[in-house]
């Protein structure tokens, strides 16, 4: 058997995990939580639910005119939030 060089427990978790797949994962949740920061505090009190999936961030709005008015600046909030966590997390944003 072959003597090797020690590794830290870092070096050894990154070689089993893929560490992309965990940063897209936790910069997802950082989005989410980012999300009453992005928008103020009037439209996350209207926000019910919010989740990223498959590069879309789904949003559950209570009030039907805001969800309308936030349809018509999704691109602007799609940067807004890809800005406020440093990563491009979402392409898209739809709203129920």
Do not use: C
């Amino acid at each position: 058997m072959k003597a090797t060089e020690p590794k830290s427990i870092g070096e050894i978790l990154n070689e089993f995990l893929d560490p992309a797949k965990l940063d897209d994962n936790i910069n997802a949740r950082r989005l989410e939580a980012l999300w009453g920061e992005v928008v103020g505090p009037y439209i996350n009190r209207q926000t019910v639910r919010r989740y990223v999936a498959r590069r879309v961030l789904h949003v559950i709005i209570r009030s039907a005119t805001l969800r309308n008015e936030l349809m018509m600046n999704r691109s602007a909030l799609v940067r807004r939030l890809n800005d406020a966590t440093g990563a491009d997390i979402i392409d898209d944003i739809t709203f129920s």
